[in-house]
């Protein structure tokens, strides 16, 4: 009881401070618009903020879209960024963040391959991976994972970005329940802002007379605007520490085509079996300890490492480190084919380094093909996606856009050789902010099954070009038509303010 009183008090006391700040905040701010001296600290503040901005250690264009739109609000941009960017709460979840990962030692590579080294020396090694699956759709991955469920013996791990109302979250309750009553340790994690207003109303208490133990991460308060960018962005389903999957699905009706939105949903991922997916518990459990409460031992790892399968590298991506783990991923890829490298993505917004790798992948003679929704989500994001097509295209990449509707697939495949795939979005958020995951993947049958459902799709895509050209240049999967690449100029206007805040969205 004593220890609660004193949270409290730590909380009171916290949220006096911050309302007092936003007042005095507030009657500076009219002071500034009021009386001429005013104004003068408020942009002395944006300036230091500027320099802080542009000196620190992030990408450049994260720094254009900080920095210009300071600039043009001087009076507003220094406070803006303290209360938003570099406020009290996202310090301390940064503190948080560096004591729960520490325990991430570095691996000896057993090879010299630059990726492996790169992702071994910050403990994500090379892993064995029996059973090794790949689903082109979210209903088929859906129903595999409540079989796995089933057999679970003795734990159940689960995270998501998004659990919304529907049949599929009836259907894993069930399942879920089914389990924990017969005395599995079953956790379900999700992220606060992703789910916050998608979540049926008394779903944690519904849960927990169940057994089930619920927990979410970063949850939206007025308290922690800075750090409400921060989110939690894992698919993950983890099975007695043996059976793993990973893919882009959430737990929503759409996502397994029970929903009609934004026309055909394509989504999909792919599980495993044995050593790698020890991994995946693993990056579980720590964020299950960074939501609240006692570290966990993240040594949970018990399934025997068996290299007759396929040979694989989880990795998880973590904000706030320094290191952008998913975007070297992608750069190794692609600056690495030979003969050709196939990009899934629902977004493409994303900074100079992976367009020019691209369009120099494309320059030195490999086929860069992109698959990107036909009906997008977000129509302001879909602009800042068109506004890359000229380059690409004049680059000679291949840019075929899903015509039956959206798709939510994260994959990318080179040259017959390797593939990654996960939850890692082509934009600044899943790059810098979001925690991601995913699977670095070197088997043949896996490779072979994912190319064959990229030449399926790309046969229901239009493909954009800047002027129409031969069909033959394309036969083997030979693309449903051709759209010329046109921008109005409505979009033109939108797209100059748009590109500012980039880094934001």
């Known amino acids: ?64 879209g900080l ?97 919304s109302e529907g049949t599929a979250l009836s259907e894993l309750v069930g399942a879920l329940a089914e389990r924990a009553a017969a005395g599995v340790d079953v956790r379900v994690l999700i992220d606060g802002a992703g789910s916050a207003f998608t979540k049926p109303r008394g779903l944690s208490d ?72 020890g991994r995946f518990e693993r990056m579980f459990l720590q964020m299950w300890g960074l939501a609240g409460g006692s570290v966990p031992d993240c040594a949970a790892e018990n399934a025997v490492a068996d290299r007759a399968g396929g040979i694989v590298q989880p990795f998880g991506d973590i904000p706030l480190d320094g290191c952008r783990v998913s975007l070297a991923v992608y750069l190794h890829i692609i600056s690495r084919a030979n003969r050709y490298v196939y990009v899934v993505t629902p977004y493409l917004v994303c900074d100079d380094e992976l ?3 691209l369009c120099a992948a494309a320059g030195g003679g490999a086929d860069v093909r992109l698959i990107l929704p036909g009906i997008p989500d977000k129509r302001y994001v879909n602009i800042i996606t068109k506004s890359y097509y000229g380059a690409l295209i004049r680059a000679g990449v291949r840019v075929c856009e899903y015509t039956p509707g959206f798709v939510h697939t994260k994959l990318i495949v080179s040259d ?33 099954a994912a190319k064959r459902d990229i030449e399926a799709t790309l046969g229901e895509c239009t493909e954009v070009v800047t002027a129409p050209r031969a069909s033959s240049c394309c036969p083997k999967t030979a693309l449903l038509s051709e759209m010329t690449y046109v921008t109005s100029p409505f979009v033109k206007i939108a797209r100059i303010f748009l590109k500012l805040l980039t880094p934001l969205m």
Do not use: Q
Request: charge should be positive.
């Open 416 to 448: 017959d050789e390797i593939a990654a795939m996960g939850t890692v979005n082509l934009d600044y958020r899943s790059m810098s902010e979001h925690f991601e995951c995913g699977c670095v993947i070197r088997d043949k049958e896996f490779i072979e």
């Open 355 to 357: 367009i020019g790798a």
């Open 1 to 64: 009881m004593k220890a609660v009183k004193m949270m409290l008090r730590r909380e009171g006391a916290a949220a006096a401070v911050s309302v007092i700040a936003v007042l005095a905040l507030t009657v500076l701010l009219f002071a500034a618009h009021t009386v001429r001296w005013a104004a003068v600290p408020l942009r002395a503040l944006t300036v230091i903020c500027v320099l802080r901005v542009i000196s620190g250690d992030i990408s450049p264009a994260y720094k254009l």
């Open 67 to 163: 920095a210009v739109p300071m600039l043009l609000f001087p009076l507003h941009g220094g406070v803006f960024y303290l209360l938003f960017v570099r406020g009290s709460a996202r310090k301390k979840l940064e503190k948080r963040i560096k004591a729960v990962f520490a325990g991430s030692s570095p691996v000896a590579p057993e090879k010299g391959d630059v990726l492996e080294n790169y992702l071994s020396a910050r403990g994500m090694p090379v892993c064995g991976a029996a059973d090794l699956r790949y689903y082109a759709f979210g209903d088929v991955m859906f129903a595999e994972m409540l079989n796995a469920i089933g057999s679970a013996r003795e734990r159940v791990f689960l995270e998501f970005f998004i659990v």
């Open 206 to 277: 519904e849960l927990r007379r169940k057994g089930i133990r619920l927990r979410e991460f970063n949850r939206l308060s007025p308290l922690g605007l800075s750090a409400a960018g921060i989110r939690d962005h894992r698919k993950i389903l983890a099975v007695d520490g043996d059976t793993a999957f990973c893919g882009g699905i959430n737990i929503a009706d759409e996502y397994m085509g029970r929903k009609v939105r934004f026309g055909v949903w394509k989504d999909g991922g792919f599980s495993l079996r044995g050593e790698a997916a």
